[in-house]
């Protein structure tokens, strides 16, 4: 088998492209490739049909995968066809995606680089090439990955933001819950950020929505509503947000008393604030005892725990009604109490309470969203952070979307 067979099957190169020469510069490690074709017709890049060729623009070149140590090239003229209904146009070649200076071959491995890597960087010492030009096969591979994507119905999805650099900056989240990916993304996490991301969605995936968890963030509140108008999904506001808040309530009442009871020369609540924030269910053994010996206690911070785990029986309910029986008897408690901290709580959830107990008609949460952190977090420390949203919610879809990247 000559060079010329060896790299025409190595290409896969159809008919009518085949190698007219090959140079080979040993000192400079590099393979440079040469490919003309046959016929006088070839197919519009836009209808497909057969059209005779008018002439050759200038040469074009595409880094291809190296062959042994040596960097291969592919040069061609592009051929211009005159096609009777769309005009001249530049004909698509079988190697590369158009608008590429790399072929598809070579864009697969970058693909694959990053991947491994989990970093454009890392896949520019890999591959040999820039920064510049590996972030653009990573750009080039989501936007085909989501011209692919087909019209599945999400009847689940969670909203949620994400920070990509110091101070107040961050992305908008989109999570098809049903299926485990990132639907999409946008920059900020405004109303108007959710509402870019799910106009995307078609009328028919608009329509199969049930539900849609998020936080007691007011802005993606107002965007599913401004969306959705008439056919309104449920907003489940999140659990685990609003058992948080009252945990952060706990730990203030702790931080006072214990401040109240230094004074006095105790020291009851030291070393407990860990302590506190578990589920009785999930209390280690080497808390027993002390767990025990504060339950029995009239101090607040024993009230509010109680509290706490009162509030949390809440997403045990069996229905609505149920639900909004537990909270009213609940947020009685809370008042009898009357504690500064858990009374913002408690009118916290009663402003959103049919939106909290929605989830005893569609038990989802943030969770699986907040489960994929850790991946998304390790992309932004693997990249050293992102200096723009754009880019760090195209790394997310890169790595988080579900989407066929491959050219």
């Not at 079988?94 to 694959?112: D, L, N």
């Not at 900056?169 to 989109?174: A, D, G, I, N, S």
């Not at 931080?255 to 506190?276: F, S, Y």
């Not at 029986?313 to 009898?336: E, G, I, M, Y």
Request: glycine share 4%; proline share 4%.
């Amino acid at each position: 088998m000559t060079d010329k067979q060896t790299y025409t099957a190595l290409l896969h190169l159809p008919l009518p492209w085949f190698i007219s020469r090959m140079d080979v510069r040993v000192e400079a490690e590099e393979a440079h490739v040469f490919i003309s074709h046959h016929h006088e017709q070839m197919p519009c890049p836009t209808c497909g049909k057969l059209c005779n060729v008018r002439d050759h623009g200038n040469e074009r070149t595409w880094r291809h995968i190296d062959l042994w140590q040596a960097k291969s090239f592919l040069h061609a003229q592009m051929p211009r066809i005159d096609c009777p209904e769309h005009g001249v146009l530049t004909v698509d070649v079988p190697w590369a995606v158009p608008h590429s200076r790399f072929t598809k071959g070579f864009e697969a491995r970058v693909i694959i680089a990053i991947q491994a890597s989990k970093t454009v960087e890392g896949a520019t010492q890999i591959m040999k090439i820039s920064w510049d030009e590996a972030r653009g096969i990573m750009e080039r591979a989501v936007a085909r990955g989501l011209l692919r994507r087909e019209e599945l119905m999400m009847p689940n999805l969670a909203a949620d933001e994400k920070s990509y650099k110091k101070g107040r900056h961050f992305v908008t989240l989109l999570m098809d819950l049903d299926r485990g990916r990132i639907y999409g993304t946008a920059p900020e996490n405004s109303q108007e950020s959710l509402e870019a991301v799910l106009k995307t969605l078609s009328k028919a995936q608009k329509n199969a929505v049930e539900a849609i968890a998020m936080d007691m963030h007011l802005p993606f509140q107002k965007a599913v509503e401004a969306v959705f108008h008439d056919n309104m999904p449920a907003i489940v506001h999140d659990r685990f947000h609003v058992v948080s808040q009252m945990n952060d309530a706990l730990k203030k009442v702790r931080n006072d008393e214990a401040k109240e009871l230094a004074t006095q020369g105790r020291r009851d609540l030291i070393g407990v604030q860990q302590m506190i924030l578990y589920g009785e269910e999930n209390l280690p053994k080497k808390y027993n005892r002390r767990f025990a010996k504060l339950k029995k206690s009239e101090l607040k911070t024993a009230v509010v725990h109680a509290q706490k785990e009162v509030l949390r029986h809440l997403w045990d309910c069996s229905c609505v009604n149920d639900a909004r029986r537990h909270f009213k008897q609940w947020a009685t408690w809370c008042r009898k109490a009357a504690n500064d901290h858990v009374m913002k709580v408690v009118n916290m959830i009663e402003s959103r309470l049919e939106n909290v107990i929605s989830y005893c008609r569609h038990p989802i949460s943030t969770g699986p969203l907040e489960g994929m952190n850790s991946i998304i977090m390790a992309i932004r420390r693997a990249g050293r952070g992102y200096h723009h949203a754009k880019s760090f919610g195209t790394a997310i879809m890169f790595f988080c979307g579900g989407l066929n990247l491959m050219p």
